[in-house]
């Protein structure tokens, strides 16, 4: 039981140590990897490029909220 808590604080700390980019870019490799494919093939079979683009490039959603905080 013991053993059982230091081996999920072990893994925490060495993505935080690493410095933060590392764990940051291996987590967007993984995440938007697996979901651009399911998110385009399903949004591009609709015939929806808006929201693909607002999903993968975010282009007019981060935009008009980048504008509104600036």
Do not use: F, W, Y
């Amino acid at each position: 039981m013991m053993q059982a808590i230091p081996a999920p604080t072990q893994p925490q700390v060495e993505l935080i140590q690493p410095g933060g980019p590392p764990p940051i870019t291996s987590l967007l490799d993984q995440m938007p990897n697996p979901p651009t494919e399911k998110l385009p093939v399903h949004k591009t079979s609709g015939s929806e490029s808006s929201d693909v683009d607002a999903v993968t490039g975010a282009r007019k959603a981060p935009t008009p909220q980048l504008i509104c905080l600036e």
